[in-house]
């Protein structure tokens, strides 16, 4: 139990482009969901929180313009990377939860890349 | 706040051999503490949870952690290791304030296990 699943798993895309990734639980409702952004050889970096119709809650130097976040159902979240450039360049990580005290489950992640 | 420290970024052992990962942890108020494993170009799984009870908490793949209040760590121990034990593994804590609670990451240690 407790599936979360990114779609896509792999993206490639010219400078300037938007970018959707999607995030879904599959067998439970996620009334909390969470974006996360990793580098090469280091930690996981919060992005933002997001509860279920709810605007998202960003962390300190995240542009909120930049990476636009939906949660309009308690099953699907998605972020979309406007006007994408080579410094946006990362991989991107879901995850989702459904009791405040139980633990988060991850996606497998997404690797975006920005020519 | 909270904060967690991995004070080894690498650990590498042999096939078989017993292996302990060092996780502490900084919070002025009570924990959740948790360890997540990372193969390349995936998610985070979760390998075990501490929420309360019992300090000694066994988790998957036969994995086990010791909550130390006194010393405020969560260190992961494995008896014997298996060459599939190679991957990135992440402390990490949040505080049970509701539905606000986030996950602090370590820095991640690399577990390296060969023949």
């Known amino acids: 139990g407790a599936v979360v699943s990114q779609h896509p798993s792999w993206v490639i895309c010219k400078s300037g482009t938007s970018v959707k990734i999607e995030c879904r639980s599959l067998d439970f409702q996620a009334t909390t969901m969470f974006w996360y952004r990793q580098f090469p050889k280091q930690s996981l970096m919060l992005m933002a929180t997001?509860?279920?119709?709810?605007?998202?809650?960003?962390e300190q130097g995240v542009e909120k313009d930049k990476f636009l976040i939906n949660h309009a159902s308690l099953t699907l979240s998605t972020l979309t990377v406007t006007s994408a450039h080579p410094e946006d360049s990362s991989f991107y990580i879901c995850s989702a939860r459904d009791v405040w005290n139980q633990p988060q489950h991850f996606g497998d992640g997404t690797r975006l890349s920005i020519l | 706040a909270q904060s967690v420290t991995q004070l080894d970024s690498q650990v590498p052992v042999f096939e078989e051999a017993p292996v302990e990962l060092r996780c502490n942890y900084s919070?002025?108020?009570?924990?959740?503490l948790f360890w997540y494993v990372q193969y390349p170009n995936q998610g985070l799984q979760l390998l075990l949870k501490?929420?309360?009870?019992?300090?000694l908490v066994k988790g998957i793949n036969g994995f086990e952690a010791e909550f130390n209040k006194s010393q405020t760590s969560f260190h992961l121990r494995k008896p014997s290791v298996h060459i599939s034990d190679t991957a990135e593994y992440f402390c990490?804590?949040?505080?049970?304030?509701?539905?606000?609670?986030?996950?602090?990451f370590g820095t991640g240690t690399r577990l390296q296990v060969t023949l």
């Open positions: 501490y929420l309360s009870g019992s300090t």
């Open positions: 919070s002025s108020v009570s924990v959740y």
């Open positions: 997001s509860n279920e119709g709810s605007k998202a809650t960003y």
């Open positions: 990490a804590v949040s505080a049970p304030t509701g539905t606000a609670s986030k996950l602090t």
